[in-house]
């Protein structure tokens, strides 16, 4: 079965510097989460999408900016990069009625 | 905002002995969903559960919902070492929020 599929898998960056992470939810699904998770934490919410539009916002810092693009695919834009920025930031999507999220595999960014 | 607790943050045992890790909300959720994730993998769900006083059972896993909507835990019979991950409640408020806000885990080592 198709999964959620995120790229790159990994990633690194200097501070100060842009990063674009993308996420191909899994077909049919209507709603597609973003989740940071530093070493050892929990998955932080940071904004999700309802049918391409932005339904729900979390601790996303203003530098970050995310979109669903109308082939479901979404990407999160993260700019001016700090060194606390370095996490895994999983995309999930579910389908809004049967509440379960399907996980990618995770991005992780690390920032020199 | 919604706050999830969770404890222990750790737990050892011995294999063939039980598991137990409890979840508590400051407000009260819609439904609450567990997750496992494995060491350097990513959060797969384990169940969701919407009725007060809800009980689940999958093998010798018990998912409990409390009466209040407020509190969750799950139980691990006879461990294995299969077992071994980390364990996260997720709770929805509803009302319209597409949040899932995370507990920080229980990390469970088994002892062969």
């Known amino acids: 079965a198709a999964g959620v599929i995120q790229s790159p898998r990994h990633l690194i960056k200097e501070k100060r510097e842009t990063a674009t992470l993308k996420c191909y939810p899994i077909?049919?699904?209507?709603?597609v989460y973003w989740y940071q998770q530093g070493p050892g934490q929990d998955p932080q919410f940071l904004i999700s999408?309802?049918?391409?539009?932005?339904?729900d916002k979390g601790s996303i810092p203003d530098r970050f900016s995310a979109q669903q693009f109308s082939d479901y695919h979404s990407e999160l834009n993260m700019s001016s990069l700090e060194l606390g920025d370095s996490a895994l930031y999983f995309c999930?999507?579910?389908?809004?009625?049967?509440?379960?999220?399907?996980f990618g595999e995770g991005s992780r960014l690390t920032v020199l | 905002g919604q706050q999830v607790m969770q404890i222990p943050q750790y737990q050892h045992v011995q294999e063939g002995e039980d598991f137990t890790t409890y979840c508590n909300s400051s407000?009260?959720?819609?439904?609450i969903q567990w997750y496992k994730q494995r060491p350097g993998g990513h959060p797969v769900f384990l169940i969701q559960?919407?009725?007060?006083?809800e009980v689940k059972k999958q093998k010798r896993l018990t998912f409990q919902f409390g009466e209040a909507k407020k509190n969750s835990s799950l139980h691990i019979t006879a461990t294995q070492t299969t077992d071994v991950g980390t364990y996260f409640c997720?709770?929805?408020?509803?009302?319209?929020?597409?949040?899932?806000?995370f507990g920080k885990g229980t990390k469970l080592s088994v002892i062969p």
């Open positions: 999930a999507s579910s389908q809004l009625n049967t509440g379960e999220l399907f």
């Open positions: 077909p049919r699904h209507d709603t």
């Open positions: 999408f309802y049918e391409k539009m932005q339904s």
């Open positions: 407000t009260t959720l819609s439904n």
């Open positions: 559960l919407v009725k007060s006083g």
């Open positions: 997720a709770g929805n408020s509803g009302a319209g929020s597409y949040q899932l806000t």
